[in-house]
């Protein structure tokens, strides 16, 4: 079994300020079941365990 590792962005791009979201649920789906991320506009974190859930405090 083929495992790749996809990154959508990384630490420096919100250490940059760039906060709007870019990647929609159904796009990130197509790379993968399994991860970890911000929301759009920091708005909450994005836990991807088969199912996307996100954690809005």
Known sequence: MKKVIVQ???INALMAGLFDGVF???EAKKHGD?????SHALA???????DFLEADG
């Open 44 to 50: 909450g974190e994005v836990i991807i365990d088969k």
């Open 24 to 26: 929609g649920v159904e």
């Open 8 to 10: 959508f962005s990384t």
């Open 34 to 38: 399994f991860g970890l991320g911000c």
